[in-house]
């Protein structure tokens, strides 16, 4: 698939709190590999996702249960490791993870399998490759795509990082108006979660509630009815 060939990481090196790098695939140019970030002797290090468990629609909230389970399981094991959060360069759909290192390929995949991924991203000196965790796992190949880092940019998610604030679609007019306005409520909610906005502090553009639950994207899909709100869930919201 080429979605791993395009696979944009976020990665926080000194933590959440601190500036954040990207790793960007440039196909045909000079790579980067961890040394560049991590420092002479680093070796490969591995991006381990906490979405969509053994390949299911999952909602936000199944998500972050997977999510932290995975940091769970990391802290334990007193790995190495750092928040990542991999998206497509548009940002259709993002995978909250981690990226590791210290650890083999074996054990990368291990982690990932026990957490119900179907893949590991392997960063080392020939660039990004995409591991299988199981058979009957396409991923496309394993030749690496070259990388670069870059500082990332931390405006508006929803305009890919870019400053000024965004402007909500759709509205509370007509009924298609009105469902367009709530997925793009849900996926404003999603990118602020993953990246954080400099523009608005996080706090979002408004949006509408709405009576059910979405499955959120992946690499196979956009975003999915899933099952209906409680009012109890729709209050809290």
């Known amino acids: ?135 009957g796992v396409d991923v496309g190949g394993d030749e690496p795509v070259a990388v670069q880092l870059t500082p990332a940019r931390t405006g508006c998610p929803m305009r890919c990082g870019a400053d000024g604030v965004c402007k909500m679609y759709g509205g509370p007019w007509t009924s298609s108006s009105i469902t367009a306005a709530y997925f793009w409520s849900r996926h404003c909610d999603l990118l602020l979660d993953a990246f954080g906005c400099d523009v608005c502090e996080g706090e979002g553009g408004g949006g509408l509630i709405g009576g059910i639950d979405l499955f959120t994207p992946s690499r196979e899909g956009g975003w999915q009815r899933g099952a209906p709100r409680t009012l109890a869930q729709i209050r809290g919201a």
Request: negative net charge; proline residues 7%; charged residues 25%.
């Open 1 to 135: 698939m080429e979605s791993y060939r395009q696979t944009v990481i976020r990665i926080w090196p000194n933590g959440r709190e601190d500036a954040p790098v990207d790793v960007v695939p440039t196909p045909g140019a000079e790579t980067d590999g961890p040394e560049a970030l991590f420092g002479e002797g680093c070796g490969p290090v591995f991006v381990v996702s906490g979405t969509h468990a053994f390949g299911r629609l999952t909602t936000p909230d199944e998500d972050e249960a997977t999510l932290g389970g995975l940091y769970w399981g990391l802290g334990f094991q007193g790995e190495d490791w750092l928040p990542s959060v991999s998206t497509s360069p548009e940002r259709q759909w993002v995978e909250k993870g981690a990226l590791v290192k210290g650890v083999d390929e074996g054990e990368a995949i291990s982690t990932a399998s026990h957490h119900g991924q179907d893949f590991v991203l392997r960063w080392d000196a020939s660039g990004l490759t995409p591991v299988a965790t199981r058979e």
